[in-house]
């Protein structure tokens, strides 16, 4: 072979391989674009599961807060019924004896205690405070 046809088969392989380098490229080019097709179908369908979650989470939460309120309340109203109820319960009892105890008394008192029962109480306070300065201990020093 001469110097032409030498040069000639390798020009002819330089473009065989150029071709073929660019196929190669081209294929190359057409799956990277596949994969970043498929990562952007993938993502979106990530955010939409995501965000689908995030939404369902959320409601649930917010029956649970709501729940939790509506027992609260309930429990509340339940307790302040209670305590409506042991309180008059107990002023009733009170009123008895309070009134047992002023029938007992001479000179019509029980009369200025249902026309002033503020009167009664003036003098369980000041019975109670009285007693309770007779009653105390004697305080110690610890020196």
Do not use: C
Request: aromatic fraction near 4%; charged fraction near 30%; glycine fraction near 8%.
């Amino acid at each position: 072979m001469n110097q032409k046809q030498i040069d000639k088969k390798v020009q002819n392989d330089v473009d065989q391989v150029k071709k073929g380098l660019s196929n190669l490229v081209e294929d190359k080019t057409v799956q990277v674009n596949k994969i970043k097709d498929n990562l952007t179908e993938t993502t979106g369908k990530v955010i939409d599961n995501l965000t689908e979650w995030i939404g369902d989470s959320t409601s649930q939460l917010g029956k649970g807060f709501d729940k939790l309120t509506v027992d609260a309340k309930e429990t509340i109203v339940d307790s302040a019924r209670m305590v409506e109820k042991d309180v008059k319960k107990g002023l009733n009892i009170y009123n008895e004896k309070a009134q047992k105890v002023a029938d007992l008394v001479p000179g019509g008192f029980s009369d200025k205690v249902a026309k002033y029962p503020w009167v009664a109480i003036s003098i369980g306070l000041a019975v109670g405070l009285i007693l309770g300065q007779i009653l105390k201990p004697a305080r110690q020093s610890f020196e």
